[in-house]
């Protein structure tokens, strides 16, 4: 299915002439992309995101440029500006659900300014990894507050309260609609992602995952 940034996606289908069965998915999953082509691709079969990498308007990326950037760890953060109703929420929850799967041991840490956004993430996130050839990585049924993956990697939702953003010290932040954030419940964001070199249980990675933030938002005040 092509995402087009609105509701909910799809298993991928397959077709006769790919004859891509569940078990050469599954064999995709356990690989780690090391080219754009193929992390597109695999956004494209495994996830069902066909992620646009062509702008279409002067002095914009496209949202693929983003993706791949954030997912080779090319720079340490992110400001990411959105059309309403481009995807932004499912760009991310893919990028979430993609970083747990091929970087054991990854903790990521999103905060939707509102809780309607946290949800949407959630909604979304709890989609993907319930794909067939992603049952094997759960650990427990995925809930907004804790996702865990059997690799050691951990997804937490949260709603930007000071209180939900005090606690956590993450490898990843991902802040959506962060120009909607209480001012307070930011800058205590600001101190959450930290380069980790052991899992959430304590487990030591074979390496680092550097710590990253990513702040996220469509337009509200022009200018």
Known sequence: MAWNGRGRTAAPAVSDAEALDLGVRRAAALRRPKTREVLWQWCKKLLGLHIPRVAVCPHHQAPFDFFASAYFEEHPSYLVLASRGGGKTWLLAGLHHLNSETKPGCW?????AVGEQASRCYDRASTTVRFPW???DLKQEPLMSETRFTNGSLIEI???TVAAVSGPHSQMLAFDEVEEARPEALEHAKAIPRTLTARPDGTPLAEPIPAQVIYASTRHVAG
């Open 108 to 112: 990521t840490f999103h905060v939707g």
């Open 134 to 136: 992603f049952a094997e």
């Open 158 to 160: 949260a709603t930007g």
